[in-house]
Each structure stands twice: as C-alpha cells, then as structure tokens.
C-alpha cells in the first residue's frame, strides 16, 4: 500500500522530548514502515498557543534543525516541490515535507513568509485554538477572524507557493479566507461535524466549499472528533466519517491527516504499523480504488498541482 498522511506531531515530539523520529514507542517511528511501499509524511512543528514572538520562531527553528539532523545519512527525502514528490512515488521510498501548526510562528512579521519558505516549509495552519497575530482559532469565543496582517498573509503565503490550511480556524477566519484565496487550500487534519459534533470538525457548509474550491481534509484519529463518546471511539468511527465525506462529495477530497504523536487515538490503532490494516478495512467497505485515493492518491494529486 502507499500512504500519504497531511498532518502529525512527530517531529515536535522528538524534538521537545530530546527523542528520535526512530522511536518506537511514538505513534510514527520510522523504522516501522513495513507494509508502506510509498510513505510520504507532513511532518508539523506545533506551536502551542503560550509560544509567542521570539519562542515561536525559536521553537520552530530548533525542530527544523532536529529534523535536518535526523535525514542526514537516512533515504529518507525531504520533499519540497512537485517534481520531489512525483519522483519518489515513481521509485517508491519514503519522505517527508515540512509543515508549521500556528502563524504565531511568523511574530507578527510577514517576510518570515518567505523565510519558513527557504527552510522548506509547505504547509502551515493560520492558527492553532487560540488567538495570534493573524486571527483568531476555533476556541476563542469572541471568534474575529482574519486580520489585516493575518489577510496579508495568505496573500503571501500563496504568492510565495505554501500552502494555507485551516483546521483549527475559527469559522470566521474560515470563511474571511474563503474569500480572499485564490488558490485551493486544505483542512489537513479534520473530521465531518455532523458524524461527530464538536468545533474542530467541519460542517457541511465549511466541506462543500472545500470540494468546490479543490481542496482536501484529511481525517483526524484524535478520539474527541471522532465519537462524542471518546472512550468508545474505534478505527470503524474513522470509517464512518469517511463515509459521510465521501457521500458530500468528497470522493477526491478526503485524505490521511491522522494528527499522530499530537492526539489520543482509538486503542485499536497503536500507530503507523497498523495502517495497512486500517487500508484493508477501507478497501472492505469502500473499495480498492477509493481506499488507494484516500490513503495516497487525493493528495498526491493536491500536492503536486499546487507545489511550484
């Protein structure tokens, strides 16, 4: 099988925990790939809503060196343009493209835009739950979305190539994006809220724009956006709200985001070595065709169109 998967937390662990992205007792270590004969990985610095100014771009700066530091000697390849990504599909192998959870890693200061660029950043979240320079997240209650420097932003971001996710965006800056994009943009790691209803999930409205607009969501094995009953929440809640996102429409828009290492998951799925079987489980009740889409081909297909 081959996986493409739009959001984890991996890297923010291994560097914040002094640990390896060869960790075995992380939900993605890189050394349980059997199974996976393409695996290509967004791998997300978080920063936390307490990390601000200075210490978000420190933050950031001190995993996207942990990261350079654990590829060195390894085939693992760093992806960064369409080109990469179509040619490690071609061989096989696995890789991985750099991606931020938080505009508050920017400072408030639009040219680090282009700088998260030049690192290889090509992905990053407007925000986390709460409130930065660029607006406001899903948690904030007086919800004000979009800025004029958090506009200026996404203009940036999509002149200089990046793309703009917004889970955890509050439904204001939601649709305040909406309407100035110009380019497709994803919801990297976000369930349906109709399966599941709580406000990081997508309503209806929020998905329809995003198959209209060409983009993506990936779906989300944290155990709150799955099953109102967390405890009760298994892989087959992961299948429902695939189901329901794929009879919206969604059958080219709904891929892996399955925020590991930032999330707790179903107890049936200890982490990455489980995925082929959770594939066999989608082509079960989905079939082969769309199980590969979901699991790899909706965005490769989105990566590819819209990386330079």
Known sequence: MKLFDMHCDTLYRAYTENSTLFNDSFHISFGKTKGIDTYIQCLAVWIPDEYRGEAAWELFCGCASKLQSELSGTDIR???????????????????????????????????????????????????????????????????????????????????????????????????????AKKPFVTSHSNARAVCDHPRNLTDGQFGILVSRGGITGLNFCRDFLNKQQTNADLYDIIKNAGYLLQKGGTGSVAMGADFDGADIPEDIRGLEDMPHLYDEFVGAFGKETADAVFFGNAFRFFTENLA
């Open 78 to 180: 760093m992806l960064k343009s369409a080109d990469d990504i179509k040619a490690l599909a071609e061989k096989g192998g696995r890789g991985v493209i750099l991606t931020v959870e938080g505009g508050a890693v920017l400072g408030g200061r639009l040219e680090r835009v282009r700088e998260l660029y030049d690192m290889g950043v090509r992905m990053m979240t407007l925000t986390w739950n709460g409130r930065n320079e660029l607006g406001d997240g899903i948690m904030e209650e007086d919800d004000g979305g979009l800025t004029d420097f958090g506009k200026s932003v996404v203009r940036e971001m999509e002149r200089t190539g990046m793309i703009v996710d917004l889970s955890h965006a509050g439904e204001k800056l939601f649709y305040d994006t909406v309407q100035i």
